[in-house]
């Protein structure tokens, strides 16, 4: 088994960082983004926003780590009357990330777009990889792989067939379905639970489709109200069809928490009629109800300080401009808002009902026995 755990761990390395470090050995033509460490601060300039912040523009000397700025000395020229919002301040021995830009003169420009953060990022990847697998062992071991295939799914599946103009609704109910059977068949095994959970997410999931196409229509949602959907706008002549895009990440973000809560409640279902063969199914429902509740509660807490903590700029937006004539009201109405109230309200109707429906699914199709 620890074979096949070390093994596990090399495949999950090579497919996720491989093709990371291809980059490194990419040369530039006119435009590329590298690495570089800052070597020397050569001028700092300290100026005041018209709020009162103040905020510090730094010219630096660089030296490139990859590509074809490898080993080659570089200037920063950061000081300048244009006010960047989230300007970092540098210090010798950071590394950053450097766009390079060569124009059709020759001459050579950079900027820095922000600090490389990759290497923190790969050990706390180790770190999660150590204890799932520590904790979870051989099935922690297959929740590695499914998270990994899932995430093949949604690079290799949907997002490319979404860029060729597909419907991203269509595709991520069928990228959805697949990931799912992809999670509970590889951790639980091709059994009665594992059947059972595939229908249950898949009625649940259904409920939860339906009130994100009625809401969405009924709000006007476009999908066009996050930041990044302005980036997507004309990019390589392709039409996105942003109000699907909008419902696909509806459906993305509830399949994993439904997963959670129906497989929990089966185990819960088994479990009971393991300790007890003779109880009915209408006991066992009732009981394996009231452990769901509970899981129901923590869920719905996860679910809205989730919400609420990615939401925290925008609250304190709204607090800090109430005597400037933004209400309640009014903040609810912009579509940004009301796109994550029905995200979050749509994904958490769905979590409700999953609980019900595995329950009842099990409590009626399960025997006392293991499968």
């Given at each position: 088994m620890k074979k096949i755990y070390i093994l596990g761990i090399l495949l999950i390395f090579v497919v996720f960082l491989y093709p990371l470090s291809l980059k490194a050995e990419q040369t530039i033509a006119k435009s590329e983004i590298f690495e570089a460490?800052?070597?020397?601060?050569?001028?700092?300039?300290?100026?005041?926003?018209?709020?009162?912040?103040?905020?510090?523009?730094?010219?630096?000397?660089?030296v490139g780590l990859e590509g074809y700025w490898l080993n080659k000395e570089l200037i920063y020229n950061g000081i300048s009357e244009i006010d960047v919002a989230n300007v970092n301040s540098y210090k010798i021995g950071d590394k950053v990330l450097v766009d390079g830009q060569v124009n059709e003169l020759g001459e050579e420009n950079f900027y820095i777009t922000d600090f490389v953060r990759s290497k923190y990022l790969y050990a706390l990847f180790v770190i999660f990889i150590i204890i799932v697998l520590l904790v979870g062992r051989a099935k922690g071991f297959k929740a590695l792989i499914g998270l990994f295939l899932s995430f093949v799914v949604i690079i290799r599946f949907i997002l490319p067939q979404i860029l060729k103009g597909a419907d991203p609704f269509l595709l991520s109910l069928a990228g959805g379905l697949i990931i799912l059977g992809i999670m509970i068949y590889l951790t639980e095994g091709f059994k009665l639970k594992s059947h059972i959970a595939i229908l249950s997410v898949l009625i649940?999931?259904?409920?939860?489709?339906?009130?994100?196409?009625?809401?969405?229509?009924?709000?006007?949602?476009?999908?066009?109200?996050?930041?990044?959907?302005?980036?997507?706008?004309?990019?390589?002549?392709?039409?996105?069809?942003?109000?699907?895009?909008?419902?696909?990440?509806?459906?993305?973000?509830?399949?994993?928490?439904?997963?959670?809560?129906?497989?929990?409640?089966?185990?819960?279902?088994?479990?009971?009629?393991?300790?007890?063969?003779?109880?009915?199914?209408?006991?066992?429902?009732?009981?394996?109800?009231?452990?769901?509740?509970?899981?129901?509660?923590?869920?719905?807490?996860?679910?809205?300080?989730?919400?609420?903590?990615?939401a925290l700029p925008l609250l304190l937006l709204f607090i800090l401009n109430q005597d400037s004539g933004i209400t309640f009201s009014r903040l609810i109405n912009t579509e940004i808002v009301s796109t994550e109230i029905v995200r979050a309200l749509v994904g958490s109707i769905g979590v409700v009902l999953s609980m019900p429906i595995a329950t009842w699914l099990a409590a009626i199709q399960l025997k006392p026995k293991n499968d």
């Open positions: 460490r800052v070597v020397e601060i050569i001028q700092v300039q300290e100026k005041i926003r018209e709020n009162g912040v103040k905020f510090e523009q730094q010219n630096l000397k660089l649940s999931l259904s409920f939860t489709l339906l009130l994100s196409i009625i809401f969405t229509t009924l709000t006007k949602l476009s999908g066009l109200a996050q930041e990044e959907a302005a980036f997507l706008i004309g990019i390589d002549n392709v039409d996105i069809n942003f109000k699907g895009l909008l419902l696909a990440g509806f459906i993305i973000g509830s399949i994993g928490v439904l997963d959670d809560i129906i497989v929990g409640q089966i185990e819960a279902v088994e479990q009971i009629k393991l300790a007890n063969p003779t109880l009915s199914a209408k006991k066992v429902f009732t009981m394996a109800y009231k452990v769901g509740n509970t899981h129901i509660g923590a869920i719905i807490n996860t679910l809205f300080l989730a919400y609420a903590g990615a």
